[in-house]
């Protein structure tokens, strides 16, 4: 299973030929469903959905520069 490879939280690049007509995107590892990895489901960036992990091809994790911490919505 995909999700054993993951880590909660965590920003991959993946691409799928469902989202984003197949280009590579960022995705973030959500636990928004539950904290066993059987729940878990891949963000969206820049939308409100949530995907399956199965449904990507996981590239390699992406690297956020430091000077730009990611920021939740209410900061």
Known sequence: MVA???VPHAFYWAKSS?????????VRVSTVFGEDPDYWT??????DQHAMPADFE?????EL??????RQAAE
């Open 4 to 6: 054993v490879s993951l």
């Open 18 to 26: 469902k989202y984003f007509d197949g280009q590579p995107t960022i």
């Open 42 to 47: 891949l963000a969206l960036l820049g939308t």
């Open 58 to 62: 996981i590239i390699a994790p992406a």
């Open 65 to 70: 520069p430091e000077e730009y911490p990611v």
